[in-house]
């Protein structure tokens, strides 16, 4: 009735222990390979460094948010199917996850039969052909390859400083204030003087040699990314 599921990879990123064990020993009766992470740090390492085909995300997590995990990975270019579980069932929170990259939205309690579908619905889509490139005028970004370049001249950053630019290049034209960028690119680990000279290392490499000012300084806010300059 159901179709094979053996050697489908399921990640299931969940804090409630004892929910977790459960969809594990329930999934992997159905066919399917489980593994457990139950906080958002461990989940969004192991989501980025396994191939899976389909991950279960709580919102509510240690760590790193659901709505965080979900937005790291897609900025990433990882496109897994996402299935999120959340105690809220308010229409915004559900809006919130699909917004930014989640697939599909089961709200607590939910019944396991639906869960089933949901994933195997989920694993026949496979992963969702996202926008790869990220452009800011003449600026271009490939999460999957990581290869930026301006012009079409190639443009070497560090891991740092290319997930930096991403964030501003996905907000180009927008102020971007430093507790953003604090959030989105260190994770909530940082600091001000960190970003400013990170800002610094990123307008060396993608401003000065082609003279251009397109990553500017917004006073008293953060920056901004022009694709106009």
């Known amino acids: 009735?159901?179709?094979?599921?053996?050697?489908?990879?399921?990640?299931?990123?969940?804090?409630?222990?004892?929910?977790a064990r459960a969809l594990q020993r329930g999934l992997r009766a159905e066919g399917f390979a489980v593994d457990?992470?139950?906080?958002?740090?461990?989940?969004?390492?192991?989501?980025?460094?396994?191939?899976?085909?389909v991950v279960v995300l709580d919102v509510m997590l240690p760590g790193l948010s659901g709505y965080r995990v979900v937005q790291a990975l897609r900025a990433?270019?990882?496109?897994?199917?996402?299935?999120?579980?959340?105690?809220?069932d308010g229409e915004h929170d559900q809006a919130d996850g699909l917004d930014l990259g989640a697939d599909d939205y089961l709200t607590k309690p939910f019944s396991y039969v639906v869960l089933?579908?949901?994933?195997?619905?989920?694993?026949?889509?496979?992963?969702?052909?996202?926008?790869?490139?990220?452009r800011a005028g003449d600026l271009a970004l490939d999460p999957a390859t990581r290869r930026v370049t301006r012009a079409?001249?190639?443009?070497t950053l560090t891991p740092r400083e290319h997930a930096l630019l991403e964030h501003?290049?996905?907000?180009?034209?927008?102020?971007v204030t430093k507790t953003s960028l604090i959030e989105h690119v260190w994770e909530g680990d940082g600091d001000p003087n960190v970003v400013e000279v990170y800002v610094g290392y990123l307008r060396r490499k993608i401003d000065v040699p082609f003279e251009r000012h397109s990553l500017e300084t917004v006073r008293g806010v953060g920056y901004r990314l022009s694709s106009e300059r």
Request: glycine share 10%; no cysteine.
């Open 116 to 134: 089933l579908a949901r994933l195997r619905a989920l694993v026949r889509r496979g992963p969702a052909n996202r926008p790869s490139v990220v």
């Open 168 to 175: 501003l290049m996905r907000h180009a034209d927008e102020a």
């Open 76 to 88: 990433d270019g990882i496109g897994v199917p996402v299935l999120m579980l959340s105690a809220k």
């Open 152 to 155: 079409d001249v190639e443009i």
């Open 36 to 53: 457990l992470a139950h906080d958002g740090t461990d989940g969004l390492h192991q989501a980025r460094e396994g191939s899976y085909d």
């Open 1 to 19: 009735m159901w179709g094979t599921v053996d050697g489908v990879r399921v990640l299931v990123v969940e804090d409630e222990v004892r929910l």
